[in-house]
């Protein structure tokens, strides 16, 4: 499974920014899919994710502010950021969580960099 990820960028506090990842290379629509980042001395984390069925779980610090959506048919997740604050600075991950023949498997996107400034 490839993730390509779009979008990010620099925004000041308050903004919005919209992410979007499309998983391809596999004929098995993931189990779930998300976002997950990594701030500068911090250990990854997750922001968000969807499962096939349609259930959603945020992190706390996030709830209220994003919306993460995903198009099974075409394997897409978006992340909509809304009031961005300066400590949603970080590098965002796509991930997609397959399972096959009962083995557990995450694929991870390149990483697309946000910056909120104050």
């Known amino acids: 499974v490839q993730l390509q990820a779009f979008g990010g960028g620099s925004v000041q506090a308050g903004g919005f920014l919209r992410l979007s990842c499309a998983a391809s290379?596999?004929?098995?629509?993931?189990?779930?899919m998300g976002w997950y980042r990594q701030a500068p001395g911090k250990q990854r984390e997750l922001v968000a994710i969807i499962t096939s069925g349609g259930s959603t779980n945020y992190a706390d610090s996030v709830k209220g502010r994003f919306t993460i959506a995903r198009d099974s048919a075409k394997n897409t997740v978006a992340l909509q950021m809304n009031s961005l604050k300066p400590e949603d600075t970080a590098v965002y991950y796509c991930?997609?969580?397959?399972?096959?023949?009962?083995?557990?498997?995450?694929?991870w996107g390149q990483g697309t960099e946000v910056t909120v400034s104050s």
């Open positions: 991930n997609a969580y397959v399972i096959l023949a009962s083995v557990q498997n995450n694929y």
């Open positions: 290379g596999s004929r098995f629509s993931p189990n779930a």
